[in-house]
Nanobody, 129 residues
Framework: QLRLVESGGDLVQPGGSLRLSCAGS????????IGWFRQAPGKEREGVSC????????TYADSVAGRFFISRDNAKNTVYLEMTNLKPEDTAVYYC??????????????????????WGQGTQVTVSS
């Protein structure tokens, strides 16, 4: 039974950087597709960045492309979201999700928060001066 725990959220000034971590337990994350989602107050949860288990295919929301980067450290059974040049509109609770058998393209998977089998509890990112 896979369990996901996010960490790394913090208060940061605009233009700053953060690295979010998604630690897996109970199973090996390298065999799962991973998605990072976020939900701001009054907004629906949206896909930020997702990648297939092999790491050969990844996708980013237009709003974060070039600023956010998804990666894995298989030895630590952890997935990361590197966030740079943070903006106030990046403020949200960030969640990681996992799917052991994605049936659609990673772009399609990342466009919806349905179809993901496992979710973490979320970590708060606040970008403010």
């Amino acid at each position: 039974q896979l369990r996901l725990v996010e960490s790394g959220g913090d208060l940061v000034q605009p233009g700053g950087s953060l690295r979010l971590s998604c630690a897996g337990s109970g199973s090996t994350l390298q065999y799962y597709a991973i998605g990072w989602f976020r939900q701001a107050p009054g907004k629906e949860r949206e896909g930020v960045s997702c990648m297939y288990s092999g790491g050969s295919t990844s996708t980013y929301a237009d709003s974060v492309a070039g600023r956010f980067f998804i990666s894995r450290d298989n030895a630590k059974n952890t997935v990361y979201l590197e966030m740079t040049n943070l903006k106030p509109e990046d403020t949200a609770v960030y969640y990681c999700a996992a799917d052991g058998l994605p049936m659609m393209s990673i772009q399609t998977m990342c466009a919806s928060d349905s179809g993901w089998d496992y979710w973490g509890q979320g970590t708060q990112v606040t970008v403010s001066s």
